[in-house]
């Protein structure tokens, strides 16, 4: 049996990263950049001010204090967007606005707050404000922001092989990108097995459960950025499964659940090794043994296929172990681990199957240190479980027993507002 590593080597190698598609900005969201962003604009496209205040001479200013004050004539005022028409000549300054271009003649900007602003204001509501007292003396170039200063003509503000997230999405605005070239999303064929299995809308008849799998892993499919396509459900015979296979068609992988175990009507790896490729099946992982991996003939190319256990909460661990790497190769990223924490534990958990466990916890911060506490019975049926966890704690496949008070190593699914970081 493969071990976690070896599994996801075997998996890795077999998959590239998809294609580049142009997307709208906003779409890209979450994507990898297929393209160098280059700037052919200065951002800010001029000199302009960081503060409301006044644009002023500097060397108007020497001396100013508050109890010496310097008065400069107000010839005018400029806001954010327009350009002043005055220029700013000596004994005289411009009213000027956050981001607004810088008038003719000034070298600096001194805000209100070192102005006698305030105080005019207060004294004479109303009235146009014609003479201003400075405060305090303007260094050269005192609040002003120059042209170019976040971004100079010609730069590559963003390169390719970025994962493009807010910041990336703001700066390609900035520099007046409103299409990106990016690494497209991969699209996930979902198919669940099973004879019990019944739609989400349809009554339940006696000795049947609802499809649950295909809405959990769709659901993961979608957090990661990629789009689930909903194939249904598969008998656990081969005309159905056989059928349900051809509808995978395009899609750039092909999640199944279920009928990968020992049972009589697992029959979802043997239809895999006859009609496609087999490339391993079990892992020596807990929850989550019966994984398959293989390719499947799609229209016209080769599909990967990861056959997950049937079992709610294996499907879902394997999923985080195994497919969100892969998907996210798939998508051009670099980085595909988990972000895992040391916690304390608060249980005893005992290891008697030589296999990876990965047993599913609540993990909270206490005191600078995180805490691991089971969330119940790990049997991997049970969902709710894997509602309650936010982490799964890892114990080797060599250590039997690992006591309450010892350090462990926990992959985190979530970093929720419980997770104090
Ligand atoms: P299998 O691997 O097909 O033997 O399934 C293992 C267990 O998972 C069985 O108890 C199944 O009923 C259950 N199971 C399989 N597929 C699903 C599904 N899509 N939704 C909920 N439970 C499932
Ligand atoms: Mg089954």
């Known amino acids: 049996m493969l071990s976690?590593?070896?599994?996801?080597?075997?998996?890795?190698?077999?998959?590239?990263?998809?294609?580049?598609?142009?997307?709208?900005?906003?779409?890209?969201?979450?994507?990898?950049?297929?393209?160098?962003?280059?700037?052919?604009?200065?951002?800010?496209?001029?000199?302009?001010?960081?503060?409301?205040?006044?644009?002023?001479?500097?060397?108007?200013?020497?001396?100013?204090?508050?109890?010496?004050?310097?008065?400069?004539?107000?010839?005018?005022?400029?806001?954010?967007?327009?350009?002043?028409?005055?220029?700013?000549?000596?004994?005289?300054?411009?009213?000027?606005?956050?981001?607004?271009?810088?008038?003719?003649?000034?070298?600096?900007?001194?805000?209100?707050?070192?102005?006698?602003?305030?105080?005019?204001?207060?004294?004479?509501?109303?009235?146009?404000?014609?003479?201003?007292?400075?405060?305090?003396?303007?260094?050269?170039?005192?609040?002003?922001?120059k042209a170019g200063e976040n971004i100079a003509r010609g730069t590559v503000v963003l390169k390719k092989g970025t994962v493009i997230r807010a910041a990336e999405i703001g700066l390609m605005a900035s520099v007046g990108y409103s299409h990106v070239k990016a690494i497209r999303r991969p699209v996930v064929a979902i198919l669940s097995t099973g004879n019990e299995l019944v739609e989400v809308d349809k009554p339940l008849p006696e000795g049947k459960i609802h499809d649950s799998n295909a809405y959990s892993i769709a659901s993961l499919v979608k957090r990661h950025g990629c789009v689930p396509r909903m194939l249904g459900i598969a008998r656990d015979d081969e005309e159905s499964l056989v059928s349900k296979l051809k509808q995978v068609q395009d899609a750039d992988m092909l999640l199944t659940t279920g009928g990968v175990s020992m049972g009589d009507y697992d029959i979802v790896k043997d239809i895999i090794t006859r009609d496609g490729e087999m490339v391993f099946w079990k892992v020596r992982v807990k929850p989550g043994k019966p994984l398959a991996f293989g390719k499947i003939k799609g229209k016209d190319k080769s599909i990967p296929h990861l056959g997950l256990p049937g079992n709610a909460v294996s499907c879902m661990v394997s999923f985080e172990l195994f497919v969100r790497p892969a998907l996210l190769k798939m998508m051009g990223k670099k980085n595909f681990a988990k972000p895992t924490v040391e916690a304390i534990l608060e249980d005893t958990v005992k290891n008697d199957a030589g296999r990876r466990l990965y047993d599913r916890a609540i993990i909270e911060k206490r005191n600078g240190h995180y805490y691991a506490r089971l969330t119940g019975s790990q049997s991997s049926g049970i969902l709710a479980s894997m509602g309650l966890a936010n982490g799964l704690v890892l114990i080797p496949e060599d250590t039997k027993i690992v006591n309450k008070g010892e350090t462990v190593q926990v992959l985190m699914l979530d970093w929720n507002e419980e997770v104090n970081i």
């Open 4 to 145: 976690v590593e070896e599994a996801l080597d075997k998996i890795l190698n077999e998959l590239d990263p998809l294609e580049e598609e142009s997307a709208p900005i906003l779409e890209s969201l979450g994507q990898v950049l297929a393209e160098d962003i280059k700037s052919d604009i200065n951002v800010p496209p001029l000199d302009n001010s960081a503060m409301d205040g006044y644009a002023v001479r500097s060397e108007d200013t020497t001396g100013a204090s508050e109890k010496t004050p310097v008065f400069l004539r107000v010839i005018g005022t400029v806001m954010a967007g327009s350009i002043s028409q005055q220029e700013v000549m000596p004994g005289t300054a411009v009213r000027i606005m956050t981001g607004a271009p810088v008038p003719a003649g000034a070298n600096s900007v001194i805000q209100f707050e070192n102005t006698d602003d305030e105080k005019r204001k207060e004294s004479a509501p109303g009235q146009p404000l014609t003479r201003a007292g400075i405060f305090s003396e303007a260094s050269l170039g005192l609040n002003i922001r």
